[in-house]
């Protein structure tokens, strides 16, 4: 009896383990993830600093306590980085990452680029922590502009 309990034992460990493994990124890191993304500035693409904040990616932290995100990193296909400045993102709380220029605060933060960052055809905006870790991403294709990711 006692030998079949430990390799009872030693199965549920092997299948919680596999089952762990299986999980997401955002489900084995945490609770922060892309919770939308206006990929395509309303109006047309003229390049001015509306049109560019008109384009942004929002992160929510979905859990009961506050994440501190400095150093995380959100990057698009092509290479662009955005790296977040000193931020602590609370509890149930939202900041949308625009690509213009703007004063930073609780809820909107600024890429500071010159021109779109999203592809209106497809993209994938990936989020990393601070050690590189991939927490979440969002892809779209060539759609209507917005996708709640």
């Not at 009896?1 to 997401?24: E, K």
Request: glycine letters at 16%; proline letters at 4%; aromatic letters at 10%.
């Amino acid at each position: 009896m006692r030998r079949g309990a430990l390799g009872a034992a030693a199965t549920a460990v092997l299948v919680g383990g596999l089952l762990q493994g299986l999980a997401g990124p955002a489900d084995a890191v945490g609770p922060v993830r892309f919770s939308g993304a206006q990929y395509n500035s309303p109006g047309s693409d003229n390049g001015t600093n509306s049109s560019l904040n008109a384009e942004w990616v929002r992160i929510t932290n979905a859990g009961a306590r506050a994440k501190v995100l400095t150093g995380w990193k959100v990057r698009d296909r092509a290479g662009h980085v955005f790296t977040f400045p000193t931020f602590r993102l609370g509890a149930g709380r939202s900041v949308r990452l625009h690509t213009g220029s703007g004063r930073n605060t609780a809820t909107d933060l600024y890429w500071r680029q010159r021109w779109y960052i999203w592809n209106n055809t497809g993209d994938r905006a990936i989020l990393r922590n601070a050690p590189g870790t991939v927490i979440d991403t969002c892809s779209w294709g060539d759609g209507p502009g917005y996708t709640g990711c």
